[in-house]
């Protein structure tokens, strides 16, 4: 991948943890998890298939966790194509469709202190490391 494709993933990431963002409503984070991912002609599914959304129950996981399998998502999308349409699906969503911390404490970045911030080698390791083990099968 090129540099100005590295770039513009970590443009991307720093957008979602931006303003107080986490990640995306669960109704506007299962639309991007089957266009961009379920739907995806070029990759092969037996390899490395993420794991879905939290749904229902898995709503209440912890907001740190959610943002990290968000962003693992994103990267993943990254890895196995379309990642300049999901880049500008995201980009376009209004924040009626972000899961938004209103207390978030702006820096020079713009990236909230009072939660964790997610660097790209912390979801590089969880796609690495993690999703091939937590989906055996697929």
């Given amino acids: 991948m090129a540099l100005k494709d590295l770039i513009a993933l970590q443009d991307l990431l720093n957008y979602c943890q931006s303003v107080g963002r986490f990640y995306l409503e669960p109704y506007a984070w299962?639309?991007?998890?089957?266009?961009?991912?379920?739907?995806?002609?070029?990759?092969?599914?037996?390899?490395?298939?993420?794991?879905?959304q939290p749904i229902l129950g898995g709503w209440t996981n912890d907001k740190e966790y959610k943002?990290?399998?968000?962003?693992?998502?994103?990267?993943?999308?990254y890895k196995n194509g379309n990642f300049k349409l999901v880049d500008r699906h995201i980009r376009s969503c209004d924040d009626d469709k972000w899961?938004?911390?209103?207390?978030?404490?702006?820096?020079?970045?713009?990236?909230?202190?009072?939660?964790?911030?997610?660097?790209?080698?912390?979801?590089?390791?969880?796609?690495?490391?993690?999703?091939?083990?937590?989906?055996?099968?697929?």
Wanted: aromatic share 22%; no cysteine; charged share 30%.
């Fill in 30 to 52: 299962e639309e991007m998890f089957h266009r961009f991912i379920r739907r995806n002609k070029n990759y092969d599914y037996s390899n490395n298939f993420p794991p879905t």
């Fill in 67 to 77: 943002k990290l399998l968000f962003l693992t998502h994103i990267y993943w999308i």
């Fill in 99 to 138: 899961n938004i911390d209103r207390y978030y404490q702006e820096n020079e970045w713009g990236i909230e202190r009072q939660f964790n911030y997610v660097r790209l080698d912390e979801v590089k390791e969880e796609y690495n490391d993690s999703w091939p083990t937590k989906n055996p099968g697929y």
